[in-house]
């Protein structure tokens, strides 16, 4: 593919030229910034391919598992490789595990098929746990056909649309459970230890242990987010800029301390990410295999119990306050309130 401009000056408009099935095709990418140009070009020749461009011949072809494999790493572009590869992955396991080949990719009736087959035999605790499974990977297979990419595809098996139109499976919350402070004070010990072998997975344990910082805004994080005061320092987060995006898509900001800002960098990798979350569980003594998140989570007990819930959901960038909630609720205590009787 051949970007180019039709103007020497600055800020003019990004163009892009690629043969597609033994045609040149041309297209105006509407922005003069070229990363953006790049990935909107790289969007639309993939939807001429499929024969689903605006500007391309009406094709009757529905959209099908061997074109989506395709066509979504291109489309969905901005997420990395693992999420994208959990995504798909999510979808087949789906598939497999109800017994069916859909011809829709997937549908009300496929999707039954499989939440019943989870659920067989579970009751109490094991049910929810596996609600709230089901849950998760219904969230993977939708992200496939999140709302800026959908229109890509082009037509959408009926059925599939079906499903993508149904109410999302409901599970029930997960109350949050502090770790035990001899395990907190243990792994802010050995942070040391992990600051001198690894840097940047410290920076990565600081960033989400005292900004509450998801993995995804850790790898993407800019110096330049940083900025208020020398005495109140703040991190802006974007929704969106260039190739990152937020989890809810909404900015916010959050107050910084000094060892967010001594330790802070750019760069820091999904191979950081994995020393960080191995050095948590061989070396700290932690259950899970997401170290990261599990002090973001920490962070928002802190912040909720301190501060309470809407602060809480601020900082975290919970959407929905009742997500907020449901962690960690459990944890505030309702303090003896007194008003005016007279």
């Known amino acids: ?190 942070s040391r230890e992990l600051a001198a072998l690894a840097p940047k997975a410290h920076a990565a344990f600081i960033m989400a242990a005292t900004g509450g910082l998801r993995v995804g805004e850790i790898l993407g994080y800019k110096k330049g987010w940083v900025n208020g005061s020398e005495s109140l320092p703040e991190l802006t987060i974007p929704g969106s800029e260039n190739l990152f995006q937020t989890k809810s898509r909404k900015s916010r900001t959050i107050p910084l301390g000094k060892a967010f800002l001594a330790v802070a960098c750019e760069g820091i990798t999904e191979s950081d990410i994995a020393t960080l979350n191995t050095w948590m569980k061989s070396k700290v003594g932690w259950t899970t295999q997401k170290g990261a998140h599990e002090l973001r989570k920490l962070y928002g007990a802190q912040v909720a119990t301190g501060y309470g819930l809407y602060v809480a959901q601020r900082l975290l960038g919970h959407s929905d306050p009742s997500v907020t909630a449901a962690y960690y609720a459990d944890l505030c205590e309702v303090p003896r309130v007194e008003v005016r009787e007279g």
């Not at 395709?70 to 693992?82: I, L, N, R």
């Not at 997937?106 to 019943?116: D, F, G, R, V």
């Open 1 to 190: 593919m051949t970007l180019y401009t039709r103007s020497p000056k600055a800020g003019a408009t990004w163009y892009a030229e690629e043969r597609v099935n033994g045609v040149r095709e041309k297209f105006c990418t509407k922005t003069s910034n070229k990363a953006e140009a790049r990935k909107t070009a790289e969007k639309h020749f993939a939807s001429v391919l499929l024969g689903v461009a605006p500007t391309g011949p009406k094709n009757p072809q529905r959209l099908d598992m061997t074109q989506l494999e395709a066509s979504y790493k291109v489309f969905a572009a901005d997420c990395e490789p693992s999420t994208r590869e959990g995504n798909i992955n999510s979808l087949k396991a789906a598939r497999r595990e109800a017994g069916v080949d859909d011809p829709s990719i997937m549908s009300p009736e496929t999707w039954a098929l499989y939440k019943a087959s989870k659920l067989e035999g579970k009751q109490g605790a094991e049910k929810a746990s596996a609600l709230r499974s089901l849950r998760s990977c219904e969230t993977k297979i939708r992200s496939l056909f999140r709302k800026d990419i959908r229109p890509l595809y082009g037509n959408l098996p009926e059925k599939l649309v079906q499903f993508l139109s149904q109410s999302k499976t409901k599970a029930p919350p997960v109350n949050y459970t502090l770790p035990p402070k001899p395990l907190i004070d243990r792994t802010w010990e050995l």
